[in-house]
């Protein structure tokens, strides 16, 4: 899978969660939050990526 997929696939995983977290569900705000690290890493890889194939 390539990483702008696992991105959206990350993205998707969460929604749920997410709602959960806003009716106020701490342990589904937690998983929100380790998901959004993920989300973080990957867009980070992603912009690594650009930045590499721009140089060449």
Do not use: F, H, P
């Not at 998707?12 to 009716?23: F, I, L, P, T, V």
């Amino acid at each position: 899978m390539d990483q702008l997929e696992q991105l959206q696939q990350l993205a998707e995983s969460c929604r749920e969660d997410y709602n959960k977290a806003k009716g106020g569900n701490k342990a589904a705000g937690t998983r929100v939050r380790k998901i959004m690290q993920d989300v973080k890493n990957v867009a980070q890889d992603i912009r690594k990526e650009m930045l590499g194939s721009r140089e060449d």
